[in-house]
């Protein structure tokens, strides 16, 4: 995947602050919020709207045995598929986005390491590879109709309150 960060710059108009749903300004090293004054990090080509003791968890977790196959997305996601307890039916989100195409900005919800488009952003609680911006899904950063594609593959069924975040969505 191609460094994502010219792209995420010319999103941050589409972002809101997911504590207050202010407009963000954007530096070089981090957003600010221009209502509640919170400071967003800018990190390795992500955008970090969590903060650092919980990404601080996520690098003592990443011993564990999920996260570390997951440095390999391709081999974790084929051993998911061969393995895993999810049943694949009807259209994949890489043919979902190939057979319905938009010109609109789509985001990857609990996206993981993986891949499925270049124009796709991927967002996820945790910084794994390819993750463009590192944020809970129940507190979304996107501001109301600024997306035309969610795409939420094998993260719903993880989620504490799976109807708040589809509402969200």
Wanted: with cysteine; net charge positive; proline share 6%.
């Amino acid at each position: 995947k191609k460094n994502n960060m010219k792209q995420i710059e010319n999103i941050i108009s589409q972002l809101q602050c997911p504590s207050c749903q202010g407009s963000l300004l954007d530096f070089s090293d981090h957003i600010l919020c221009d209502a509640c004054k919170k400071e967003y990090t800018k990190k390795d080509g992500k955008i970090f709207f969590i903060d650092n003791a919980f990404s601080e968890k996520f690098s003592a977790s990443s011993r564990d045995i999920k996260n570390f196959f997951k440095r390999w997305p391709n081999f974790y996601y084929w051993i998911a598929f061969i393995f895993g307890p999810a049943m694949y039916s009807g259209l994949s989100p890489k043919k979902f986005l190939e057979r319905y195409p938009t010109k609109n900005n789509v985001f990857n919800m609990g996206s993981g390491p993986r891949v499925i488009h270049s124009d796709c952003f991927n967002m996820d609680l945790f910084p794994y590879k390819n993750v463009d911006i590192v944020a809970d899904i129940l507190h979304m950063p996107l501001k109301n109709k600024s997306v035309s594609r969610v795409i939420c593959d094998t993260v719903v069924e993880h989620l504490p309150m799976p109807d708040a975040v589809l509402k969200e969505c």
